[in-house]
């Protein structure tokens, strides 16, 4: 059997490596994203070689409390060679020597029977939405919650009410996608000027997305849906946050498929899940 090499990921290699995220998911380009990721944690995205030919790739962002796993892809014909336990066994080793106490992930029915094997336990599940229809209600003017556009100067205040619903500092990624699309990103305020929710409007993506409650998350959502879209858009939300479900499913949300929400090391964490209304991708959450 061909030796398999496991490499930490450089920038030349995002071709590559965007070429086996289409290949493996069936899905269009990410090279954007791709970077955007390398850049956020240059140590953390590991390419995987068969004879010298990239053959898979894995990547993990290290929040501190917890580091979250995806973009795991194997070429086809290089499936079922050992190639993602591979990989994962050495991103394993890297978040460990971190010290960091908890890995999450979101597994599809191909990965669940490895990552299990590995340690992971199943937390929650996670719904891809796309929206498919009109909405059965008025998106004009929900709520009473002040909405604005997001700026750079709103940042700080933003991360504050952020970290704890998310369960950790995720600065620098906010910091990225309002840099990469200003004018695309709204939060919205109570009667004292408080933040009660933000979201940010990626090109098919609504996410990240956090709210205090279901009215605040939908002032948010009815000005991002007024903007122009690739396609879609989409919503990665968690199940454990059935008001999230209920809100999307009344804009004209239905889901596409579900996923395994996993995690390794610590205890579940879904009361925080419950101000979680979309995620920023399934390699970052």
């Given at each position: ?11 030349a290699d995002i071709p590559a490596a965007d070429a086996i995220g289409m290949a493996a998911y069936g899905r269009e ?216 479900l209920a809100l999307l499913a009344r804009y004209g949300f239905a889901a596409q498929r579900t996923l395994r929400h ?24």
């Amino acid at each position: 059997m061909a030796e398999i090499v496991v490499r930490t990921m450089t920038e030349a290699d995002i071709p590559a490596a965007d070429a086996i995220g289409m290949a493996a998911y069936g899905r269009e380009s990410r090279r954007a994203e791709l970077a955007r990721l390398l850049r956020s944690r240059p140590d953390g995205w590991l390419l995987a070689e068969v004879e010298g030919e990239p053959a898979g790739m894995v990547g993990a962002t290290d929040f501190g409390p917890f580091a979250y796993v995806g973009q795991m892809g194997v070429l086809p014909a290089f499936q079922r060679r050992g190639i993602a336990r591979a990989l994962m066994e050495r991103l394993l080793a890297w978040i460990d020597e971190r010290g960091c106490p908890v890995t999450l992930l979101d597994a599809s029915e191909a990965g669940y029977p490895l990552y299990a094997r590995m340690g992971f336990a199943v937390d929650d599940r996670v719904a891809l939405l796309a929206r498919v229809g009109a909405p059965t209600v008025d998106a004009s003017a929900p709520g009473r919650a002040r909405v604005d556009v997001m700026r750079l100067g709103d940042l700080a205040e933003v991360i504050a009410f952020d970290t704890p619903r998310f369960g950790a500092d995720r600065g620098a990624v906010l910091a990225a996608y309002l840099a990469d699309g200003m004018g695309r990103a709204f939060v919205a305020r109570g009667e004292r000027g408080e933040v009660r929710a933000f979201l940010v409007a990626q090109a098919r993506m609504l996410g990240p997305w956090v709210a205090v409650t279901p009215e605040d998350a939908e002032a948010v959502l009815a000005h991002a849906l007024a903007l122009p879209f690739a396609g879609g858009p989409l919503v990665i939300a968690p199940e454990a946050n059935g008001a999230a479900l209920a809100l999307l499913a009344r804009y004209g949300f239905a889901a596409q498929r579900t996923l395994r929400h996993m995690r390794r090391g610590g205890g579940p964490l879904l009361e925080r899940r419950m101000h979680l209304y979309g995620q920023a991708s399934f390699a970052i959450g």
